[in-house]
């Protein structure tokens, strides 16, 4: 069983969590001063650390780990297709690229065929 103590910072972890997709979401708006690809991919890429974090404290349990990602996720879905089309960019794969096609990308640059984009 969890100390009081310990499920207060879980939850304050979790607070801390759906605060950070609500500011992925007003940078991607313009709302915050993140407008730059190279600073908004990275910050909303950060996002991704939360599972891990609120997974790895002692003062988990299923509701107090879903509860703020299923939050968050909801929050975040407004931009997912805008992240999944500026990352490739960021990461330096040339216009045109999208997320899900990085691996047919690469195959066919390898493979030496002009056509990869």
């Known amino acids: 069983m969890s100390s009081p103590g310990t499920i207060r910072v879980h939850r304050l972890l979790g607070c801390a969590a759906v605060l950070h997709a609500v500011l992925v979401v007003m940078a991607w ?35 107090r780990v879903a509860v703020p990602l299923l939050i968050s996720l909801l929050i975040l879905s407004r931009v997912f297709d805008e992240y999944c089309f500026r990352l490739p960019v960021v990461l330096g794969f040339p216009p045109g690229v999208h997320l899900g096609g990085i691996s047919d990308y690469l195959s066919a640059r390898k493979a030496g065929r002009a056509e990869a984009l």
């Open 29 to 63: 708006i313009g709302w915050f001063p993140l407008q730059t690809d190279l600073l908004w991919v990275p910050f909303a890429t950060l996002w991704l650390v939360w599972p891990v974090v609120l997974s790895a404290h002692r003062g988990r349990s299923i509701l």
